[in-house]
């Protein structure tokens, strides 16, 4: 049993090493390949970024905050980005063990999708037999 806690909190600890090294990298945007890309893949043009700034959140399902200044558009763009390892050895990942009112109170769902959720996710029993 302790050696599942200490993995646990090994697991928890190198989970927020990696999304500090994941802001790191976009604060560095200018100079770091890899934001370079990143940004790029979300659609933005390089030459027209002003300034990056990225935080690490807590409490919010997002794991990064990244604030994206444009130029001459006097322009602020916020992506909220989930930090993920997944093809590296260490590979430290979590199921997140909400219950889904947590994500209806960050992201106000409309109340028939959030009601399919719950069924979905089994937090209702299902109302129909035979289904897979």
Not at 12 to 37: H, V
Not at 105 to 128: A, R, S
Request: net charge negative; glycine share 4%.
């Amino acid at each position: 049993m302790e050696d599942l806690v200490l993995r646990g909190s090994q697991t928890a600890r190198n989970g927020f090493r990696n999304e500090q090294d994941i802001a790191d990298k976009f604060n560095s945007w200018e100079i770091d390949t890899d934001a370079r890309i990143w940004l790029q893949i979300m659609q933005y043009k390089l030459d027209e970024i002003e300034y990056v700034k990225a935080v690490v959140v807590h409490g919010f399902k997002a794991d990064l905050n990244v604030q994206i200044t444009i130029k001459l558009k006097s322009a602020i763009d916020i992506e909220n980005i989930q930090v993920k390892l997944v093809s590296n050895s260490r590979g430290f990942n979590q199921v997140d063990k909400r219950w889904l009112r947590s994500y209806n109170e960050l992201w106000n769902i409309p109340e028939d999708v959030y009601k399919l959720l719950q069924y979905f996710t089994g937090e209702l029993v299902p109302y129909i037999v035979g289904t897979r």
